[in-house]
């Protein structure tokens, strides 16, 4: 709508307009053009709720098909950011709803503070939003292709492609090229779990910090060592909220930095097919037991083969693989730092003979039978959730959030630019009671944009 006046426009139609000169000559009265407004300001918001409803209709069917990764992804965010930002969204609807009253009472003042008000919530509410994109974009946690956390949803480091975290380094080497690890980089379970039979990787192995650069000859990358040192110190693996995987007599609580530990994450250190054999010599791919992965059990077989010149398919086992982790305590990002390790295989089966066969079994006094373990709480089952690495397609429940928020996101700046635009007219005092449409207009696609708002906190934040 045009903010000039029209002061003799009302002899066109033969009417004389008696209140804001801001009523348009095309329409019979106030009241004509303020319907008009409101019809088309009505249209506008069905298109909007037609425009997000296909991003509902997006959370809905992954959510059905993956109800898991939603477990998992919802404690990345932070619930008491959403919850700030929807109550500063619902205040801002208080403030604008307000100031279509007070520009129908021709209360000015009020206004300019209702309008001044929705502004500063609306800033506050794109500031934490800031806040949250930051931290997201620092640990990784982004979208498609380029979610590779630094952490799990409990907080726990994983191991991650970039291999560029604060804090953390890890045996991976990631190939961009050919989206694999490198050879020496992931470490297949079934040949460094020394005891199967225990929750986690039971790993005995030899971890090395190098310190280096990076150089190129004849097209390929080269890392020039210029020193090393040995990393003796296991972390503790909060998992199960246990302190399984340290040596007897560790103390949970007092951990010593730099420490290591296994770590699996599916996403970085892909299973497969792997023999378990210690090889020491110039004929050994690596100088520790369990060569692989293998994409196929028969590739692994002719592998196994090849080294030893025969073999069967029972040598090859399928397994996850696990990566070395080395926690330093500390929030610094270390360029020119490498993490080798070397780590020995379990023991080969020994054959029980017939299972059927009795056998004597010697007991001391007092001594039960059978070694029992507690099951796991309900809480500890959810820690051992949000510890752990992030579910198949978890990527996908960022695409989603950072196309609705982000989306939103760009709904309030706009509706602040609008107010903003407002509120210099408010100042210069073109809004009466005959006049002003504008407000209520506004204020409608602010009241639409807060309920958009209120639905994804809950469906986001505080989905379990």
Not at 152 to 163: D, E, F, R, V
Request: a negative charge.
């Amino acid at each position: 709508m045009s903010e000039h006046p029209h002061a003799g426009h009302g002899d066109d139609h033969g009417h004389g307009h008696h209140g804001s000169p801001f009523i348009q000559h095309h329409y019979d009265d106030a009241k004509h053009q303020f319907e008009a407004g409101k019809l088309g300001i009505w249209i506008f918001l069905a298109q909007e709720v037609l425009f997000f409803s296909a991003l509902f209709v997006a959370y809905i069917l992954y959510r059905h098909h993956h109800p898991e990764i939603y477990a998992y992804a919802h404690k990345y965010l932070d619930t008491k950011m959403g919850a700030i930002n929807t109550g500063v969204l619902i205040v801002s609807s208080l403030t604008a709803a307000w100031a279509v009253r007070a520009a129908q009472l021709r209360q000015q003042k009020l206004l300019i503070a209702c309008l001044a008000t929705t502004i500063a919530c609306a800033f506050g509410f794109l500031v934490i939003k800031y806040f949250e994109y930051t931290h997201k974009i620092h640990e990784q946690i982004l979208f498609g292709k380029r979610f590779d956390p630094c952490v799990s949803s409990g907080g726990t480091p994983l191991l991650t492609k970039s291999n560029e975290c604060p804090g953390t380094k890890s045996t991976v080497q990631w190939d961009f090229a050919t989206s694999s690890p490198k050879e020496g980089s992931c470490f297949g379970d079934v040949a460094i779990d020394l005891d199967p039979k225990k929750p986690n990787v039971q790993a005995d192995c030899k971890v090395f910090e190098l310190t280096g650069s990076t150089t190129f000859q004849d097209g390929k990358e080269v890392f020039v060592e210029k020193g090393r040192r040995e990393i003796t110190a296991r972390c503790p693996d909060p998992v199960f909220g246990r302190d399984l995987g340290l040596p007897p007599g560790t103390d949970p609580s007092k951990t010593s930095y730099p420490c290591w530990k296994t770590n699996h994450q599916p996403h970085v250190c892909k299973g497969g097919w792997y023999f378990t054999w210690y090889c020491e010599g110039d004929s050994c791919a690596a100088p520790f037991g369990g060569e692989g992965p293998f994409a196929t059990q028969q590739a692994c077989v002719d592998a196994r083969r090849g080294k030893e010149g025969s073999g069967t398919v029972t040598e090859c086992a399928p397994s996850h693989a696990s990566g070395i982790l080395v926690e330093y305590g500390d929030h610094d990002v270390r360029e020119g730092v490498r993490i080798t390790a070397e780590c020995k295989a379990p023991a080969a089966p020994v054959a029980e003979g017939d299972p059927l066969e009795d056998k004597a079994q010697a007991l001391a006094l007092g001594q039960a039978s059978l070694a029992t373990e507690a099951p796991l709480t309900k809480a500890e089952r959810k820690n051992a959730l949000y510890a752990g690495p992030p579910p198949e397609h978890t990527n996908m429940f960022f695409t989603i959030y950072f196309a609705m928020t982000g989306l939103h996101g760009i709904h309030v700046l706009i509706g602040v630019f609008i107010f903003i635009w407002l509120l210099i007219r408010a100042i210069k005092g073109h809004f009466t009671p005959d006049y002003f449409g504008p407000i209520d207009f506004a204020a409608l696609y602010w009241h639409i944009v807060d309920l958009i708002w209120i639905f994804l906190f809950p469906l986001l934040y505080l989905i379990h």
